[in-house]
Every structure is written in C-alpha cells, then in structure tokens.
C-alpha cells in the first residue's frame, strides 16, 4: 500500500522528480506546419496545460520518421535540425513548463499504421494489412535489417534533440499497433530472423531502442516505454507476455511504464465497448464495470517487478484516483479526454474543488450526430469511434488556434470535418 496522495511528488529511478502524480497523457495534437515542425500552436496549447496544475504532461506522437506518421500533422524529428527547428521544439518546451509542470516528449513510428494518403506503402515487421474496412491503409512491407539498424538511430537522434531543447524526458511509444507494437505482436511480426519468432526476438527491438536512447541522454534523463497489456487479439501479444517484457524493462532502466493496450483493429484505448480483460487465471471483467480500463493489469503488472506504473484510460473520479495510488501500486494517473474540454481539471481535482470529471464520450454516445453506439454493424461502430476521437481533436485543434473548446459539436459532423482537414492537410505536407 501506498501511503500518498495526488499531490504528493515522486521521484523516479533517475532522480528526476514530478511534482505531482498526475499527467496529462498523449494525445495526438495535430499542429505541425507543412514541413512536420512545431509551431506557436504547440505553445498554446502546452501552456494553458501547464497552467492547469498537471504534473507532467506526454506530448503527442513525436514520430522519427516523415515518410510514415500517425497523422499529417505530426512534428518530426529527423536528420539534422536547423535553428529554427530547434529554436520552435525549445520555445514549445518551455511554453509548457511556465508554471513548473515538467514535459516529457512521446516518440513513436506510426509502421503499418500510416494511413494511404500519408503512405502508399507503409511498413511493419511483416507485409500484414491493418484489417479494417474502407480502405484506409495501403498494403504494408516487411523492413529490411538495414532498416531496423536506421530506426533504432533515429530514435536515439530524436530522443537527444528533445533533451537539447529542454524537454524533461522521453516516452517511447510501444502501444496502440505502432511498430515497436507490431514487433511484440505475433500476428503482425512473422520475422523468422533475430527479431521474430519468440518473445526474446520479438522484443528486441524496442530493448535496442530504449539501450540506444539510454546512451545519448545519459543516466538521470527520465526514459518511458507505453506498453499495451494486451493486443485483445487472440494469438497476440498478451498480458503474460506484457508482464515478461515489463520485468525486462525494469532491468533495462526504464523509469516510467504506462500501461495501455489495443490497436487500431480492437481500439481498446478508446474505450471500445464490449472487449474484456482475460487474465491467466481465466477470469474475467467487463470494462464497464470499473472506472479505469488498465488497472486490473497494473495491478497484477506488480508481480513482475516493473518499473513505476502509469495508468490512462477512464478515470473520472478522485476516489478511483486515489484509491489506485493508494491501493493498487500505481504510482502516475494519466488523463487524457477531460483535458480536451477542461485545461484546469487537475488543480480542480487536487485542490479539492471538483470531486470528478465529466465523462464527455458519455454525452457524446447519446448527443447529437451519434449514430448508436449498440450498433451491430461492425463499420458503423467504428465510425462511432473514430467520430467521437476526432470531436476530442478537433477541441485540441481549437485551443492550439487560441479558441475555447466547443462541447456543442457534434459527433459526426466532427467525424466529417477531421477527415477532410486531414486530407487537405497531407497534401499540403506533400507539396
């Protein structure tokens, strides 16, 4: 048992200190310019969270590469930096930490996960499509080992750029289907080389990354890994293998372990519905009986002797808050959707003001433009995500303009609007 609160700080392996135990987690921003760079938008937004009373707040996906991205708008980092580069990542870092929040930067490759009108071609482990309908994603290539060496350097690179200008640390991204995911991940790595085949092999990869990035920010700059507990697929990454790579990861020196799960075909991080942790010893619970998607497996993570635990994904309340620092070993909360609507919510929480979170895909799921979130038809269903993600960033996008969030938007038409922006935005990339 853990005897702290919310507000109490926490020094990790490292030595560095956060000043509380809440984050603001990653969420995908959007606001590059047409060349990946970061711009005042960043400071807008980072800023009013700052402000806000977060601990530590995860950028969004930083990728390492511009031929394959999550989204247009992603910033990149790679190859040499000019000065203005470099001089837009400082002034973004230290418009975040004005009011002493620390930031830490999330570094990711989106892999077979780049959408087509980003990458016809995009690449994975092995040459395995991402199985959803409506064509988004283009047939995927398997990476050569040279490509493997290249990835693990340009990591490193971007995680001692992100050190250079003033970022308090880094978080590498090995969830959601990404593709240090898809490496851990059986069903898409069918590698019979050094990196696939058996856990060991399959988890090289990110191993040789976090040893690469160790090495050019040195011992006392915090380092993360997001893992997912589990893929939610059968004959994928599972929670037995979660907890093996979780323990080699405390050996590795990893200072921070968010625990998450799913990819874009079983979207779990959105708190899809209908999808059940199964544990080793065949029990079961359904996610909508707790508040906190992940905690169940952070708190069997413990066995494994990990790293500190960060848990996103669901909390609303300070008892649930509370009662998993408390209770459950976990030592980081991570909130993510109610900072879209509300940038002061953690001086709230922590001052005692509020008491919970308003749960906004709640009000969405029965708002207007929802088009039934009990839906049998599988395509409407994850139209009925993707809409209510891209009301969550499309508030983002707001606040990085200097607007206030618009709560009155509606789901599909936000749906509508993110992908159209999003189209327009990747050919303006490509020009």
């Known amino acids: 048992m853990h005897d702290t609160s919310l507000s109490s700080s926490l020094t990790l392996p490292c030595g560095a200190v956060l000043k509380n135990r809440l984050c603001k987690a990653a969420m995908t921003e959007g606001l590059a310019d047409a060349q990946n760079c970061a711009t005042s938008g960043h400071e807008r937004l980072y800023r009013r969270w700052g402000a806000g009373g977060i601990g530590m707040m995860l950028t969004g996906n930083v ?225 909508k009986a707790r508040e906190a998607y992940f905690l169940d497996y952070a708190r069997q993570m413990q066995a494994a002797d990990t790293p500190p635990l960060m848990v996103t994904g669901g909390f609303r309340t300070v008892d649930a808050m509370q009662g998993a620092i408390t209770d459950d070993g976990v030592d980081v909360i991570g909130l993510g959707r109610p900072l879209c609507v509300d940038t002061d919510a953690p001086q709230k929480l922590l001052s005692g003001e509020d008491q919970h979170l308003t749960s906004w895909e709640n009000i969405l799921r029965i708002g207007p433009g929802w088009l039934g979130p009990h839906s049998s038809n599988d395509s409407i269903r994850m139209m009925n995500g993707w809409g209510v993600q891209a009301w969550f960033c499309l508030q983002l996008l707001r606040m990085g303009a200097g607007k206030a969030p618009n709560p009155r938007l509606g789901v599909f038409r936000s749906f509508l609007k993110y992908q159209s922006g999003e189209k327009k935005k990747a050919k303006t990339m490509k020009a």
């Open 63 to 287: 990728q390492i590469d511009r031929r394959y991205l999550e989204r247009p708008g992603n910033v990149v980092i790679e190859g040499p930096q000019s000065d203005a580069q470099l001089s837009a990542l400082s002034r973004w870092s230290a418009a975040a930490k004005e009011d002493g929040s620390a930031i830490w930067m999330q570094i990711s490759h989106a892999g077979r996960q780049t959408m087509k009108y980003v990458a016809s071609e995009p690449v994975g482990p092995s040459a395995v499509p991402v199985k959803l309908p409506g064509g988004m994603f283009g047939a995927p290539r398997a990476l050569t080992a040279d490509e493997i060496d290249d990835i693990i350097t340009r990591f490193a690179h971007t995680a001692q750029i992100a050190k250079e200008t003033g970022f308090d640390g880094v978080q590498v991204h090995a969830a959601h289907g990404y593709l240090l995911s898809e490496f851990l991940n059986p069903l898409t790595n069918r590698r019979t080389d050094d990196w696939g085949g058996s856990l060991e092999n399959r988890a090289r990869l990110l191993r040789a990354v976090i040893a690469a990035v160790r090495k050019v920010v040195g011992a006392d700059f915090p380092i993360s890994v997001k893992l997912n507990s589990s893929d939610f697929q059968k004959g994928g990454f599972d929670f037995a293998d979660s907890q093996t790579v979780a323990g080699w990861l405390r050996e590795d020196g990893v200072d921070l372990l968010e625990i998450s799960g799913g990819n874009y075909e079983q979207p779990v991080m959105m708190g899809a519905e209908g999808l059940e942790p199964v544990f080793e010893d065949g029990k079961t619970e359904s996610t």
